[in-house]
Every structure is written in C-alpha cells, then in structure tokens.
C-alpha cells in the first residue's frame, strides 16, 4: 500500500485546511486509518483515526471539536478536515493504515505511512 499526504500549506491561526490521503497498491476499505503529526523537535504524536466503516472515530484531545476525520472506500481515500487552526497544530501531518481492526493511538501498530504533508499556521 502506498499513501500519498496531500492538502498542506501556510494558513494564519482561525483558518481551516482539509487533508487527504489517497492510497494505490491496494484497497483502505479493511484498515483502520490514522492521521499523526510531528512538530519539529518533538515526538510524533496521535491526532485522529477512523474505522473501516467509517462509524467509528477517536481524536485526540488537542484537535477534539476542531478537526473532523472522513472516509471514502469507494475513492479509496481518507481525509482530515482541520479548522480553527492553531500555531500549535504546526507540524509535519501523515496519515497511516493499520491493518487490525481496532482504533489505537499508538504508531506502532500502523503498517504503511504517507510521506507527510506539512501544515504550517502563523499567529
């Protein structure tokens, strides 16, 4: 499976910006997907994930309320809608598909990785 981050940018702090993550080698629709974030000097971290089916959605408490993660299997895309953005949602986003079935927050359990699209909000 390889994922492809797109839709980041430089936006002023209150703006919104919609990521998507298009994969090709193989169908999303029986993984669990997954959007981390890592800003500079710090760890990665979790932002939101969603089921295969879509009905089933966890955010981390940061972007929880801001940030709205969604699906398409049928476009075999998964994509994250980020609004009122803050200088501290700042980082290099990527997306990531786990092939078991259950929501975890953790990245090690992600099999494929995106690239990386990097989301920069200025004060």
């Known amino acids: 499976v390889q994922l492809q981050a797109s839709g980041g940018g430089l936006v002023q702090a209150g703006d919104s910006l919609r990521l998507s993550c298009a994969a090709s080698g193989r169908t999303l629709s029986n993984y669990v997907m997954g959007w981390f974030r890592q800003a500079a000097g710090k760890e990665r971290e979790f932002v939101s994930a969603?089921?295969?089916?879509?009905?089933?959605?966890y955010y981390a408490n940061s972007v929880k309320g801001r940030f709205t993660i969604s699906r398409d299997n049928a476009k075999n895309t998964v994509s994250l809608q980020m609004n009122s953005l803050k200088p501290e949602d700042t980082a290099v986003y990527y997306c990531?598909?786990?092939?078991?079935?259950?929501?975890?927050?953790?990245?090690?359990?992600?099999?494929?990785w995106g690239q990386g699209t990097q989301v920069t909000v200025s004060s």
């Open positions: 990531a598909a786990n092939r078991r079935p259950d929501i975890t927050t953790s990245a090690a359990p992600y099999d494929y």
């Open positions: 969603i089921n295969w089916n879509g009905k089933s959605t």
